[in-house]
């Protein structure tokens, strides 16, 4: 049994036996796709062998750079947004205590140009106050509108607290080896850079400079993250599908997918794996939903949703399906004590211990859901180690690639994202941008 455990044994109201042995073919060409470069976007699969093969020297220097942020700063301000941002703050909730700081004895890492609220922003300032802090900007483009802004603000802050000279020491940038407007500010100005590969989309770069050097600035094990990664190399390498479980997940949301089960919502047990569903989101729905085709991924946290989107979920309509991420051993756990009088009725849990209520929770949800019509797998994760989020990263990542490639679409671009960026240079009136911005202004 591979390290995660995927279980899809609750399918089978949804899923005949023959069904997933059947997608074997159309796997078996996914996969060639994917491994022998002969599918659409063939130029952005290097996140694959992305744990064996990456930069050594840099790998180091991400650390190096950890340690002296760790020194000098109380806040590291990462600035991103998509791929650029969600990977570390996913990391970094999953890894950490959910009351995560970590400013009393060294840094804290904080996140900025991920959205344009202005009141965010002045607030982050406002936190930052007179502290000590570090700048990473992290931008493949280096011209995504949030980022810049957030960057502009807090760099005018960081030149006027410490002075031009100390100010370029403290500036990070991780965007592209060669090219760019930030690249060319970097070098310009003497920033340390750390490079976003070519071949990887920033969906897939989490394991790159682009979630690394927060990742490891917040004090998690960068080297026992890019391990888990590497297992789950070596692990999902074969097309078999009775052996390869990423491929099983792959294939069957297509098989439900097709059956008209349109949504798949990931869910989780534990509040600081909200950001995971985040991060799934854009790398399924960047990945997947082009073409005016798609499955939509949403999610829902548990059992807190239970309590709010439970409803629809057990009887609203029947084009929802669910993929549950379950930890197997909690990083803490609790006894549910004894209480005089049970006036809450819960004596009878007395001494049990509250990851196994949890538990029984998920095991009764998937059984409502399933007898209400809504498909439910599991990815059953032993802990929430980094070993483990780099192996589970791993599965999501091969799993997209292969359903992407089995639903006749290319996985790795997103020329989507472009037409709202238009309407919005417009607007704005940026320079190029002009008769779009008057056509769009009359329609207003
Ligand atoms: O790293 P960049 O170039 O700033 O892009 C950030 C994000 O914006 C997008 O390009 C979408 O607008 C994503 O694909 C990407 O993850």
Redesign the pocket.
């Known amino acids: 049994m591979a390290y995660l455990n995927f279980d899809s044994s609750k399918l089978t109201k949804f899923v005949h036996d023959n069904e997933l042995a059947e997608m074997q073919a159309m796997v078996n060409a996914a996969d060639s796709e994917l491994r022998n470069g002969t599918g659409a976007g063939s130029d952005f699969r290097d996140w694959l062998d992305l744990p064996t093969n990456y930069d050594h020297e840099e790998f180091d220097r991400i650390k190096k750079a950890a340690a002296k942020i760790n020194q000098d700063s109380k806040y590291l301000i990462t600035i991103?947004?998509?791929?650029?941002y969600l990977g570390a703050q996913m990391a970094l909730d999953f890894l950490h205590n959910n009351f995560y700081t970590r400013e009393e004895e060294t840094t804290q890492v904080v996140f900025a140009g991920n959205s344009l609220s202005s009141t965010y922003l002045q607030d982050l300032i406002e936190l930052v106050g007179d502290a000590d802090f570090s700048i990473n900007i992290?931008?493949?483009?280096g011209t995504?509108t949030e980022?810049a802004v957030a960057f502009r603000v807090f760099k005018e802050i960081l030149i006027a607290k410490y002075g031009e000279e100390e100010a370029n020491k403290r500036i990070y940038a991780t965007t592209d080896a060669n090219r760019g407007a930030l690249k060319e500010e970097a070098d310009a100005n003497g920033w340390e850079t750390f490079v976003i590969p070519d071949g990887v989309g920033?969906?897939f770069s989490v394991l790159t400079a682009v979630g690394l050097l927060p990742i490891a600035v917040s004090g998690a094990d960068i080297d026992e993250l890019m391990k888990g990664a590497r297992d789950a190399q070596n692990e999902y390498v074969d097309a078999d599908l009775t052996k390869n479980e990423a491929y099983q997940y792959a294939a069957l949301r297509n098989i439900l997918y097709r059956k008209g089960f349109t949504t798949e919502l990931l869910e989780n047990y534990e509040p600081n794996m909200r950001m995971f569903s985040e991060w799934w989101k854009q790398l399924m729905g960047?990945s997947e939903g082009k073409d005016q085709k798609g499955i939509y991924p949403s999610s829902a946290n548990f059992t807190t949703d239970l309590h709010s989107l439970g409803q629809y979920i057990q009887e609203g309509l029947r084009n929802l399906f669910e993929t549950v991420v379950k930890v197997d051993k909690p990083t803490k756990d609790i006894k549910i004590p004894s209480q005089e009088g049970n006036l809450d009725g819960l004596e009878y849990l007395q001494g049990k211990s509250m990851d196994w209520v949890n538990t029984k929770a998920y095991e009764g949800v998937v059984l409502a859901h399933t007898d209400g019509g809504v498909p439910v797998m599991t990815v059953h994760i032993p802990d929430q180690s980094a070993y483990t989020l780099g192996y589970t990263i791993y599965f999501f990542e091969v799993a997209v690639g292969i359903s992407g490639y089995l639903n006749g679409i290319n996985p790795f671009n997103?020329p989507g994202?472009e037409a709202y960026k238009t309407n919005m240079f417009g607007l704005l009136g940026k320079p190029g941008y002009e008769e779009i911005g008057k056509k769009l202004n009359d329609q207003l």
Do not use: W
Request: charged share 20%.
């Open positions: 991103g947004i998509g791929g650029s992290i931008s493949k483009s995504t980022p920033g969906r960047e997103q994202v």
